[in-house]
């Protein structure tokens, strides 16, 4: 006996119905994600640099904002003024070195005079009031953020302005 078989018939993928999977498929996978699902988002503002008293060092004082849904660190900075840049936190009334701050999803980290700042040591040059010192934030997710921090007179406090 010789017989045939035919096969069963295939599901035809129409232009349509590759849409209809398409659109499901998408809306599914829109529905799964979350907002940390875009990363930190950093954005950096009120920047300044007190001139410094001394010849010897400075500090360096800003907010950097994240608008992502993922919490970020800052790690370290570099400058051409110094080969000795430190990020610190004031706590009791005590200064002391960390390896990282914070920034929270959806919040800020405030680096500000009494508080949190950048300390540069041993400074190749003294900057003057009205010039800027150029710096690079680095970070624990995020790519570098170059920032000019505006050298302002050494008693400025833009809480008091």
């Not at 009205?130 to 050494?154: C, M, Q």
């Amino acid at each position: 006996m010789n017989r045939r078989t035919t096969p069963a018939p295939a599901l035809a993928l129409t232009p349509a119905l590759a849409s209809v999977i398409a659109l499901t498929a998408g809306l599914a996978l829109a529905g799964c994600s979350t907002s940390s699902d875009i990363g930190p988002e950093l954005k950096v503002s009120g920047a300044f640099m007190p001139q410094p008293v001394g010849d010897e060092m400075a500090a360096g004082f800003l907010t950097v904002q994240n608008s992502g849904g993922d919490a970020d660190k800052l790690t370290s900075v570099t400058s051409d003024i110094s080969d000795d840049i430190t990020i610190h936190e004031s706590k009791n009334q005590k200064m002391q070195e960390v390896k990282a701050f914070d920034v929270p999803a959806d919040g800020e980290l405030d680096l500000e005079r009494g508080g949190n700042h950048i300390m540069f040591m041993k400074l190749k040059q003294k900057p003057k009031q009205g010039e800027k010192v150029a710096v690079e934030l680095r970070f624990e997710k995020s790519g570098p953020i170059k920032v000019e921090l505006p050298v302002k007179e050494p008693t400025y406090n833009p809480m008091k302005h």
